[in-house]
């Protein structure tokens, strides 16, 4: 089954402000969720791991 990212975090309860060009949201409860491609993910003694750089907070 494949559903769309604008379903995927409808679904984790996080929707997206804008599903074109949202690359991310945030939870009630203050999680953040992330939209990352594969060229970011490196497997390393069996864990992966997702490049993700932050700048700054942008939700004031």
Do not use: H, Q
């Amino acid at each position: 089954m494949t559903i769309s990212n604008k379903e995927f975090y409808e679904l984790i309860g996080a929707p997206l402000k804008n599903y074109r060009w949202s690359w991310g949201a945030v939870r009630p409860d203050n999680s953040i969720m992330l939209t990352c491609s594969n060229e970011e993910r490196r497997t390393v003694n069996g864990k992966t791991y997702t490049l993700t750089i932050w700048s700054g907070n942008r939700l004031n």
